[in-house]
């Protein structure tokens, strides 16, 4: 098997919200579009923002958490469309937690106690200061887009105060007889998902239509894919990547991602500038939740297409 070959790109300064018009970020804009119109996905790197031992104490965290028993996970419910915790028998390796607005400390403290009756304090500071800064990694990386596209409104017509999802993953070693299938083969349906494992292998991107290639996540960086809500935003000039989760290692993997959703209440729609001649409508506007209420009922690879094309 080949190694998928996708850009390595690293965040230019360590702290985030300065000086976003100076020329180390300006430089690093046209490398983010060229990543998500190519290969619909990079490796992302930010050493100075997000320390190592993070990383460390965030998959501490989930081992933790995961080993929790059965009846004590399932009391985390949610009503939205897949959040809450889902372990499903048609993939017993795959169990996950989808929880919205962790990056707020009483949303963080609820869960933590729900969990722990007994308080986990390790535990919350960390769900809590690694969501949000993937949150706030994810969030610069949309920014940096939409200026790409010299449309910077768009950031704050979609972002502004716009938490995402957090969800939290664990795949356990299947056993020898049964398929290494982790989670199928799927593209994201949000804008921008921004993804760290604990370096136990597993994810693969189909490439060329045809092979699928693993992606080995350097230790401390994130993998960043665009959904197809952004993809059908940008009318198509965006790739949104197929992958999937294959565990082939007889490790556990355990994984965890900030999924920006598009903000209830406002519609993907395709900007009349990104239309002409050369690039008629791809994609009708459509509300995000209708879109995932149409996926979670007619599985299909090509949703996207089915659901929202011109
Ligand atoms: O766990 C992973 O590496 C991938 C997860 C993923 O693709 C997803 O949840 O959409
Ligand atoms: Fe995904």
Not at 119 to 130: A, D, I
Not at 136 to 154: A, G, P, T
């Amino acid at each position: 098997m080949v190694e998928a070959h996708i850009p390595h790109l690293e965040i230019p300064i360590g702290r985030l919200d300065i000086d976003q018009g100076s020329e180390l970020w300006k430089a690093f804009i046209p490398k983010v579009r060229e990543a998500c119109e190519r290969h619909g996905c990079f490796f992302l790197k930010c050493d100075k923002f997000m320390p190592m031992n993070l990383f460390e104490e965030m998959f501490k965290a989930l081992e933790s958490l995961f080993h929790l028993p059965e009846e004590t996970k399932r009391k985390y419910t949610n009503p939205n469309l897949f959040h809450g915790y889902l372990s499903t028998p048609l993939v017993s390796t795959y169990e996950s937690f989808g929880i919205n607005g962790t990056t707020h400390l009483d949303v963080a403290q609820a869960f933590t106690n729900l969990m722990w009756p007994d308080g986990n304090s390790n535990f919350f500071e960390v769900l809590n200061t690694m969501s949000s800064k993937m949150l706030e990694l994810n969030l610069i990386i949309l920014k940096l887009i939409f200026e790409s596209f010299h449309m910077k409104n768009y950031y704050r017509l979609h972002c502004e105060n716009n938490s995402g999802i957090f969800r939290m993953i664990k795949y356990k070693v299947p056993a020898s007889n049964d398929s290494p299938i982790g989670l199928v083969p799927h593209t994201d349906k949000n804008f921008l998902t921004i993804l760290c494992d604990n370096e136990v292998h597993g994810l693969e991107i189909l490439c060329k239509d045809t092979i699928w290639a693993p992606l080995m996540i350097p230790k401390g960086s994130f993998i960043v894919f665009v959904g197809d809500s952004l993809k059908a935003w940008s009318n198509g000039r965006l790739h949104a990547v197929k992958h999937r989760v294959m565990m082939r290692e007889k490790k556990v993997r355990y994984s965890c991602g900030l999924f920006l959703t598009p903000k209830e209440g406002v519609n993907v729609e395709v900007p009349e500038k990104l239309v002409d001649e050369d690039h008629p409508l791809l994609y009708k506007p459509f509300n995000y939740s209708d879109f995932m209420a149409f996926f979670a009922s007619n599985y299909c690879e090509e949703a996207l297409q089915v659901y929202a094309g011109a």
